[in-house]
């Protein structure tokens, strides 16, 4: 149908760029729409298009799906090929896409995956409660709800501590390792051209400048340590339950030192998926305001396919 709006370079979770504008947030008008798959949850929530695709490197899928109301999928790290995306961070940019009902999400998965979902789904919820921490009390509230919901038609259920510190040692590690392949993609073209860069996305820029290398190996081999241990955990049976974002969209214009606190506790909820390199589904079931607000579920790499037709039921059974 056509191209979509994007925060510059991709760099960004408000879906507001300083160039072309604001894409509009169909759910909650007078808020902004997430990004950096700002145009694309805009066009697919304005019933514009049926499906959208984005990219995902940090959120910029599953942020915009919360805000706007969408459900979405970021599938397994490398699971769809890149070929012709402009990168950010190779190493946890992924192309997903948004939808209005899980049915045609998991038919968009169908084909871009090439994989028809399999018999079993699965039966083992882990709730991630340092996660629900994170979020707003009001949102809170509505997420365990639909969480309730949902765990009594589970098999298993078990409410467990993702990081035995904090979930922003993750989001620290995260943010050393995206910030130093960010510079390395385009660093010598900023140096270069000198762009005119939004405030905030030029300080992302000027500190990925000085990641060091052994800062970035130090943090690469605490990720390998991580993801042994996620993987331990997300068996074939298993899927982990957590917030999407926070809390609802940000209103418009809201100043830009509180949208860095809400980009921040953000990216250590979306930290998990990119780190590890799972696939990751958000649903649209909760509501605060009269604005949405995503759950997401995430399950062992490769289990796309079982992902979405797991996220198909519970939405038919959360939405009647």
């Not at 760099?11 to 947030?25: A, C, D, L, W």
């Not at 798959?37 to 959120?59: H, I, P, Q």
């Not at 690469?220 to 809390?247: H, K, M, S, W, Y």
């Amino acid at each position: 149908m056509g191209k979509t709006l994007t925060d510059e370079l991709a760099f960004s979770m408000s879906g507001e760029n300083i160039h072309y504008g604001t894409p509009v947030n169909p759910a909650a008008p007078d808020r902004i729409p997430g990004g950096s798959s700002s145009g694309s949850a805009s066009a697919t929530a304005s019933k514009l298009v049926d499906f959208a695709l984005g990219t995902d490197t940090s959120g910029s899928i599953r942020v915009p799906a919360s805000y706007c109301g969408l459900f979405s999928m970021r599938p397994t790290h490398a699971r769809i090929s890149c070929q012709g995306v402009v990168p950010l961070a190779p190493s946890f940019d992924t192309v997903g896409w948004f939808a209005r009902d899980a049915s045609l999400l998991q038919r968009v998965g169908e084909v871009l995956l090439a994989e028809h979902p399999p018999s079993t789904l699965p039966t083992r919820l882990l709730i991630a409660d340092d996660a629900f921490a994170l979020v707003e009390e009001s949102s809170r509230v509505s997420l365990q709800r639909v969480v309730a919901q949902i765990a009594t038609r589970t098999q298993a259920v078990e409410h467990i501590k993702l990081c035995q510190t904090s979930l922003e040692t993750w989001h620290a590690m995260e943010l050393v390792l995206k910030e130093y392949e960010v510079w390395q993609t385009h660093g010598p073209w900023i140096r270069s051209v000198q762009p005119k860069l939004a405030p905030d996305i030029e300080k992302r820029f000027l500190r990925a400048a000085t990641v060091t290398a052994d800062k970035n190996a130090e943090a690469q081999r605490q990720r390998i340590a991580l993801r042994a241990a996620v993987l331990d955990r997300l068996g074939e049976d298993v899927v982990l339950c957590l917030p999407t974002a926070p809390g609802i969209a940000p209103v418009k214009n809201t100043p830009s030192d509180t949208i860095e606190r809400t980009r921040r506790t953000t990216l250590t909820l979306t930290c998990l998926a990119g780190l590890a390199g799972l696939p990751q589904v958000t649903l649209p079931l909760a509501q605060v305001a009269q604005c949405p607000i995503g759950i997401s579920f995430i399950t062992a790499p490769g289990r796309d396919t079982a992902l979405l037709s797991y996220a198909q039921q519970v939405s038919k059974s959360s939405l009647g």
